[in-house]
């Protein structure tokens, strides 16, 4: 069965890093596209960056953008999204999935607050 767990949220302070991961298993992981969204309370799930299936191509959202990386490791099964200088308004939900195929992990908080 398609499972996507991610992990490594949590509280940071503005400013601060975290990486988040993401462990793929039930489909071909290195034939698809990966993807980051979020969702922050009250507003609808927004694309947050992409990877394609070797990691040669990245594309980021512009609010994002020089703060994140994502990255992916397909002898893992794993993607994964570095966030470096954190600000309060990335706090949200963060999911990873598989756009193309519909899968979705069932995400991890991040909260940026001092």
């Known amino acids: 069965q398609v499972q996507l767990v991610e992990s490594g949220g949590g509280l940071v302070q503005p400013g601060g890093s975290l990486r988040l991961s993401c462990a793929a298993s039930?489909?071909?992981?290195?034939?698809?596209?990966m993807s980051w969204y979020r969702q922050a309370p009250g507003k609808d799930r927004e694309f947050v960056a992409r990877?394609?299936?070797?990691?040669?191509?990245?594309s980021y959202a512009d609010s994002v953008k020089g703060r994140f990386t994502i990255s992916r490791d397909n002898a893992k099964n794993t993607v994964y999204l570095q966030m470096n200088s954190l600000k309060p308004e990335d706090t949200a939900v963060y999911y990873c999935?598989?756009?193309?195929?519909?899968?979705w992990g069932q995400g991890t908080q991040v909260t940026v607050s001092s």
């Open positions: 990877v394609t299936t070797s990691g040669a191509i990245t």
């Open positions: 999935g598989a756009q193309a195929r519909g899968f």
């Open positions: 039930g489909f071909s992981f290195s034939s698809y596209s």
